[in-house]
């Protein structure tokens, strides 16, 4: 498996300010993913960070609010834009390293706390 | 939509007792199955999985079920330790196409080993 970090690992922002969490992994990886984590619940599926395109979104997330780089194959950030209390959750970022194998593999998340 | 869920929110055992932690799916599609066990403050951790192809895998203290005919999935813990208590998760995922990286979480379960 693939050994990842996460920066930060935690913080507590302003409502209306911005977030940017980093993910970066020890070795080259073609699949990057974004989850979120609401407090007490399950993992969501933000969208999948693509290596020199843009990210695709699932159902519900779109680009202005949590738009996401992906400028090598081993580092990624996610952007939570314009906060709210609501954005309080815990932002996971996943790696496949295995191509084909549809193994994930999680970094150790940023636990977020809007005011 | 399709989802995962899982019969029991809370587990509770005693130390050298076995677990079964239980996952049902709706989708048929489903290929890919993923254990993972997130501790406090800690990303998921993968424990094991299974492909539609199989109904039992066995890892380290570790057995996978999958019952495809009833859409069900479970997950026992031999000789269960306090170092198990975690929440468990199941995940699925049609995988390839697609679906590819397209993982979705069950609800959690929450196992408390007591010495």
């Known amino acids: 498996s693939a050994v990842i970090s996460q920066k930060p690992s935690r913080d507590i922002c302003q409502r209306g300010t911005s977030l940017t969490i980093q993910c970066q992994v020890d070795?080259?990886?073609?699949?990057m993913f974004w989850y979120r984590q609401q407090p007490g619940q399950s993992l969501t599926l933000i969208a999948t960070a693509n290596q020199g395109s843009e990210a695709t979104y699932e159902s519900g997330f779109v680009i202005d609010k949590f738009p996401i780089s992906r400028p090598n194959l081993t580092f990624s950030t996610l952007t939570v834009s314009n906060m709210s209390p609501e954005d309080s959750s815990i932002y996971l970022c996943s790696v496949d390293p295995l191509v084909g194998t549809d193994t994930q593999y999680f970094g150790p998340g940023t636990r977020l706390t809007v005011l | 939509g399709e989802s995962v869920g899982l019969h029991l929110p809370t587990l509770s055992v005693q130390e050298g007792d076995n677990s079964i932690i239980n996952c049902a799916y709706s989708n048929s599609a489903s290929d890919y199955f993923i254990w993972y066990k997130q501790e406090s403050g800690k990303g998921p951790q993968f424990i094991i999985d299974i492909r539609s192809n199989m109904d039992k895998r066995q890892g380290q203290r570790v057995t996978v079920l999958l019952n495809k005919t009833v859409k069900h999935l479970s997950l026992q813990i031999a000789a269960t330790q306090p170092g198990d208590s975690a929440v468990y998760f199941c995940a699925e995922t049609p995988g390839g196409g697609t679906s590819y990286g397209k993982l979705t979480f069950g609800q959690g379960t929450i196992l408390t080993v007591h010495p």
């Open positions: 070795s080259q990886v073609t699949m």
